[in-house]
Each structure stands twice: as structure tokens, then as C-alpha cells.
């Protein structure tokens, strides 16, 4: 008789109903995991654009110092519309305006908010422009420190958030919690995240 041995016939493999079990698992697993990880991914971005905005406005301060000139800070949006996605530096010279940092694209999905919940691009004594495909918003910082911002005792607000999520509550959705703010002192451009 041809018998084969106990330890080879253990060793033959795993069946196909096993197989299909353990690829069903992996699957009911990563569909439960993907939207947690994308919304995670996202608020990490929104996080990281609230702190380029404020690094940015708080290098604008410094800066103007340094250089002994005034700086201006653009915040950049497509001219058909929209939310505000980038922004840049310009160092005013005898010559005119010169660009002081390269154009900075906040994080893909994330954008300030173009309406009343950011309250500094409401302000009517903002510079403002166009610049091939983009228009902008500006104010300036002085060599001492002090913006040409109109003067309050509150803060200046940029709401900074997924372009989602901005778009969801500006259509009348609940108030997005995901939403972080770029609070800016109008007088010496001081600046302060709040945010979950």
C-alpha cells in the first residue's frame, strides 16, 4: 500500500473556502478602516495649512523688522471663485513690490473659507488685485511690526478647514467642527490657532 506519511499530508496547503474567508475579512476590515484613515489624513492637513498660515503671517512680522521695509501678505484664489488657496510674500522696495517667498499652495483639500467666518478677508480696507489666473487679498506689515488693518479690540479670523467641509456648512449643514481658526491680533499681527 501506498500510504502517505501523516507529517505531508498536513503540509498540502490551505483550501479555497479558507482562502475565501480570510480575503472576506481583510476586505470588511479595510472598508471599515478606510474612511477613518482618509478623514484622519485630512484633518492632519487642515492642522498643517492652519500652521502655515500662521507661520507665514508671523514671518511677515519679522520680516518687515529685519529688512526694514513693509511687507505684504496675499491670500490667492482662483479668479472664477472659490476658497482661498495660497498665498506669498512681497517686500515692498523703492523699485515696487518684489516677491519675497515663492507662491505657497496650501494642502490639497484644504482652503480658507471665502465668507463671514473669515472676517479678515471681509475687510474692507484690504488690498486686493488680480494676477493672471488669481485674485488676492492683502495687507501690509510695517517695519515696526503694526499692519495697516482697520484698528479693534478683537481678533481677525481665518477659517481654515477641508474644502468639504467648508463648502457643506456654508450650504447650510450643521457648523463644521472640523474647522480650524487663524486668529490675527489687526494691530501687531500676532496670530493664534484654535481648532479641535
Not at 472598508?31 to 514671518?59: C, H, N
Not at 518687515?64 to 521695509?69: D, E, I, V, Y
Request: glycine share 8%; hydrophobic share 40%; with cysteine.
Amino acid at each position: 500500500m501506498n500510504r502517505i506519511p501523516v507529517s505531508r499530508r498536513n503540509s498540502r496547503g490551505f483550501s479555497l473556502i479558507e482562502l475565501l474567508a480570510v480575503i472576506t475579512v481583510m476586505a470588511v476590515v479595510s472598508t471599515l478602516i478606510t474612511p477613518s484613515f482618509s478623514s484622519m489624513l485630512l484633518s492632519v492637513k487642515v492642522r498643517q495649512a492652519s500652521g502655515q498660515i500662521a507661520s507665514l503671517i508671523e514671518r511677515a512680522r519679522l520680516e518687515a523688522g529685519t529688512h526694514n521695509r513693509p511687507i505684504e501678505l496675499r491670500f490667492y484664489r482662483e479668479a472664477n471663485g472659490g476658497h482661498y488657496t495660497g498665498m506669498q510674500l512681497f517686500i515692498l522696495r523703492d523699485a515696487g513690490m518684489v516677491a519675497h517667498t515663492p507662491f505657497i499652495r496650501l494642502p490639497e483639500g484644504t482652503a480658507i473659507a471665502n465668507d463671514t467666518r473669515s472676517s479678515l478677508l471681509q475687510e474692507p480696507g484690504l488690498g486686493a488685485g488680480t494676477t493672471g489666473a488669481w485674485t488676492y487679498r492683502s495687507f501690509e506689515v510695517a517695519s515696526d511690526g503694526e499692519t495697516n488693518l482697520p484698528r479693534r479690540e478683537l481678533s481677525l479670523c481665518l477659517a481654515v478647514g477641508s474644502v468639504q467641509e467648508i463648502n457643506a456648512s456654508a450650504n447650510g449643514a450643521k457648523d463644521a467642527p472640523g474647522l480650524f481658526a487663524v486668529l490675527i491680533d489687526p494691530v501687531v499681527a500676532s496670530t493664534r490657532v484654535v481648532g479641535r
